[in-house]
């Protein structure tokens, strides 16, 4: 059975429509149960409408705490039997309301090598920086700031010539290509996750291993 799953997000959408349209090739043997975003006016809304796929959108500034707009989620992502969560450009904080529920079962796409760069401006932050090699990194979420044990990383040469805009279109070029592929591991039972160490099975059935720096 395809595994059901929620995309949160609050902006384009173009790593929801990656999935989405994973999901039409016979590509990823998922379920999109449920949109979640903060955002009405998001582009990623209509995104979801054109695939057909229902949308919870709400206004924080409606609820009198994060909690509590959390509640409201949570209860729609129960009833609608989900059972991963893939945040893809979601610009709010999650609390324990959602990770617990969600332990192991919740990942989020970062565009730097983590644990260099977390929090926002990631790609901005590697330039300031004066990095040769930067990437992006699917990881679970356990309520740090990107903090959650590694699934997988791409790693990126920075041009000379780089902008923040070319990097970023060359960052989101490979979260398209990377996010679908690890939302399709685990939906075949493929990742496992001890501590902070992950491991992922491949077709071949060889073992390879993720291991976060300390």
Not at 31 to 53: M, Y
Not at 61 to 86: G, H, M, N, T
Not at 144 to 157: C, E, N, V, Y
Not at 164 to 180: N, T
Request: hydrophobic share 45%; with cysteine; aromatic share 6%.
């Amino acid at each position: 059975m395809a595994l059901r799953v929620a995309v949160f997000a609050s902006g384009n959408g173009s790593n929801f429509q990656a999935i989405v349209d994973a999901v039409q090739a016979g590509k990823l043997d998922v379920t999109i149960e449920l949109l979640v975003c903060d955002k009405p006016q998001a582009p990623v809304v209509a995104r979801a409408a054109g695939a057909g796929v229902e949308a919870f959108v709400f206004k924080p500034k409606d609820y009198a705490s994060r909690e509590a707009y959390e509640q409201e989620i949570l209860a729609k992502l129960q009833e609608k039997q989900v059972e991963l969560v893939v945040l893809a450009g979601y610009m709010r904080i999650i609390t324990h309301v959602l990770v617990e529920p969600f332990a192991g079962r919740m990942i989020n796409i970062h565009p730097s090598l983590l644990p260099s760069f977390p929090g926002v401006n990631a790609i901005d932050q590697a330039l300031d920086y004066g990095v040769k090699v930067t990437g992006v990194t699917v990881h679970f979420v356990d309520g740090g700031l990107d903090s959650g044990p590694i699934i997988a990383q791409r790693a990126l040469d920075i041009l000379p010539d780089d902008t923040a805009d070319s990097l970023a279109e060359r960052i989101h070029r490979v979260e398209q290509e990377l996010y679908p592929q690890v939302i399709s591991w685990i939906a075949a039972d493929k990742v496992s996750i001890d501590g902070r160490r992950v491991t992922i099975e491949s077709r071949a059935s060889s073992i390879r291993t993720v291991d976060d720096a300390k």
